[in-house]
């Protein structure tokens, strides 16, 4: 069953209608009729079972009839926030966008460090990328990209201040913890299924030594290691996130 997006302005009562590239899809491109199930999600917490009932000659829009509500469907029981030194390279940076949606991942903060190179943030391309990583996986919710209130990069620290504000706990990957005897996995599994976390990845360049220890300092950040081999960041990120979301 293949899954598209509504807009939550177009569910009323019963009945849901997809349009433009969304109807132009399911009707031309996968030749969908009357009949045929589908499953369309809005993108902020609820997907529909449907049945299409109706479309138009040019496919501008679908009218399909909801067969069933399904509150979060697709979503897992942790909510995760991932902080992520930003990474300058597009195709990098749009794997782990599309990885880390299709694992779960509720938000995305990308931010500045002392090792982030600047790079131009395609925030059009990122959002395609998010909406059809959502449709793949067939979740009811977009992972929201936390800029600051100028739709800019944060730094680190604003990141793990607000990271701290929600009450989540905290894993910074970094080389620092090898030898560790407690990984990921084990902390995680200490904690309750509805905790929210955040993991925090650095940029290709790492943290610095000075940004760890304040992270662990003010912030509680718990420092975890992967293991011996040096992973790329969004590597790093995508391993993490696969633990901590089930």
């Not at 966008?97 to 131009?120: D, F, N, S, Y």
């Not at 081999?229 to 969004?234: D, F, V």
């Amino acid at each position: 069953m293949e899954c598209f997006i509504v807009q939550p302005e177009d569910v009323a009562g019963e009945t849901l209608l997809l349009r433009d590239e969304e109807a132009h899809h399911a009707i031309r491109s996968l030749r969908l009729r009357s009949g045929d199930a589908l499953l369309a999600t809005n993108l902020i917490g609820t997907c529909y079972r449907c049945l299409l009932s109706d479309d138009d000659r040019d496919a501008t829009w679908a009218s399909c009839s909801i067969q069933e509500i399904l509150p979060e469907f697709g979503e897992p029981a942790r909510e995760v926030l991932l902080i992520q030194g930003f990474i300058s390279q597009p195709a990098r940076w749009e794997f782990l966008i599309e990885k880390a949606t299709e694992l779960g991942v509720r938000t995305i903060a990308p931010v500045i460090t002392e090792h982030t190179e600047r790079a131009h943030y395609k925030a059009d391309r990122s959002e395609r990328i998010l909406r059809a990583a959502v449709k793949q996986t067939k979740r009811a919710r977009k992972p929201g990209i936390r800029l600051s209130g100028l739709g800019e990069f944060t730094t680190l620290e604003t990141a793990l201040v607000e990271a701290s504000k929600e009450d989540r706990s905290i894993f910074l990957l970094h080389e620092a913890a090898q030898g560790n005897s407690v990984g990921l996995t084990e902390r995680v599994a200490t904690l309750p299924d509805s905790k929210a976390i955040a993991v925090v990845v650095g940029p290709e360049g790492g943290f610095s030594d000075e940004e760890v220890a304040r992270a662990a300092g003010e912030y509680g950040a718990q420092i975890i290691s992967l293991g011996p081999r040096r992973l790329r960041a969004e590597t790093a990120a995508i391993a993490a996130l696969a633990i901590v979301i089930e």
